[in-house]
């Protein structure tokens, strides 16, 4: 079974702070991580996805295999990450392109 | 594009009445799904389709029914409305369902039953 576990519900720093944002996994396969941005009135989104190896936004994101954790993280936070985050996992050997959600963390950037 | 569209935005109902909400993307995706988002539970699929006539539950099908007719529309039901059916329903598209894949989502629709 798969799983995606964000052990902080709420997340909290201040206007230049590094941030991070925890994702654990439990997964016997291949996996594929990705983390999607939901910011107050705006649908969720994309922000960065492991394979691609991109910073968005400042932010980045490393698959540990041997942690099973893929943290996203970003070394001078702003107002404007004020968001809603989530951790999603998929099979990439699975037919179906399931994505499996953790419960997100709502990151605060206070000024 | 319009992208995923979703209506309505907003609804009430009463316990034991009916909806369909609707969800249409322009982006000729093969796959589109539909969760349901609760404070502290994340996002939970409720049911999913890869193709026009093919349709699978996810993790929470109780109380739901969705078809497929066309590539752009996947309708979702509520038969009997219960106050648990109370969420945030947001239905999504990606292109391959082969492949782990970008989904798009739509705005939502918030949905209050009494």
């Known amino acids: 079974a798969q799983r995606v576990t964000q052990p902080e519900k709420l997340l909290s720093v201040f206007k230049g702070a590094p941030v991070e944002l925890k994702c654990n996994y439990s997964?016997?396969?291949?996996?594929?991580l990705f983390w999607y941005v939901q910011y107050s009135r705006q649908r969720l989104q994309l922000l960065l996805r492991?394979?691609s190896r991109e910073s968005i936004k400042g932010f980045t994101a490393d698959l540990n295999k041997g942690e099973t954790s893929f943290h996203l993280k970003k070394p001078f936070a702003q107002e404007e990450d004020s968001a809603m985050y989530y951790c999603a996992l998929a099979d990439r050997g699975s037919t179906l392109g399931r994505l499996y959600f953790g419960r997100g963390t709502q990151l605060t950037v206070w000024p | 594009n319009a992208g995923v569209t979703q209506t309505p935005k907003f609804q009430v109902l009463k316990t034991g009445q009916s909806m369909t909400l609707q969800c249409a993307q322009d982006m000729n995706h093969e796959y589109m799904s539909w969760y349901r988002q609760d404070p502290g539970m994340g996002l939970r699929l409720i049911h999913y389709s890869v193709g026009a006539g093919i349709t699978d539950q996810g993790e929470v099908p109780n109380g739901y029914n969705v078809s497929r007719s066309t590539t752009e529309d996947f309708p979702l039901r509520l038969l009997s409305a219960a106050p648990s059916q109370t969420s945030v329903y947001f239905c999504?598209?990606?292109?391959?369902?082969?492949?782990?894949?970008?989904?798009?989502f739509g705005p939502g629709t918030r949905l209050t039953v009494l």
């Open positions: 492991h394979i």
């Open positions: 999504a598209s990606s292109y391959s369902f082969t492949l782990p894949d970008t989904q798009y």
């Open positions: 997964y016997s396969g291949s996996p594929e």
